[in-house]
Nanobody, 127 residues
Framework: QVQLVESGGGLVQAGGSLRLSCAAS????????MGWFRQAPGKEREFVAA????????YYADSVKDRFTISRDNAKNTVYLQMNSLKSEDTAVYYC????????????????????WGKGTLVTVSS
């Protein structure tokens, strides 16, 4: 059974940093693109960042570009989201997701293809 477990959320002041982790019990992890999404209260879930199966390509929403960094450690079956210069509008539940398409080489800008999801971790940024 595939499980994605997010951790690292919490309360932080505006301008601060957090690093989210997503541990995946996914036998094909090395072959799966991974993504981070978020859902703020009263809003739809939105794409934040994604990383290709090889780690060679990364993709970001415009709202987080130059502030957030996605990375992966295939030896640990873990994907990370380093969040810097946090703003109040970054407050949301953050979800990790895995692309079910093995060795997918296209780009990411949404949740199409994301077949596996974690339960989320709450990030609250106080102003």
């Amino acid at each position: 059974q595939v499980q994605l477990v997010e951790s690292g959320g919490g309360l932080v002041q505006a301008g601060g940093s957090l690093r989210l982790s997503c541990a995946a019990s996914l036998p094909t992890f090395r072959m799966n693109g991974m993504g981070w999404f978020r859902q703020a209260p009263g809003k739809e879930r939105e794409f934040v960042a994604a990383i290709s199966w090889s780690g060679g390509s990364t993709y970001y929403a415009d709202s987080v570009k130059d502030r957030f960094t996605i990375s992966r450690d295939n030896a640990k079956n873990t994907v990370y989201l380093q969040m810097n210069s946090l703003k109040s509008e970054d407050t949301a539940v953050y979800y990790c997701a895995a692309d079910g398409r093995l060795f997918y080489s296209g780009s990411y800008n949404g949740d199409y293809g994301m077949d596996y999801w974690g339960k989320g971790t709450l990030v609250t940024v106080s102003s």
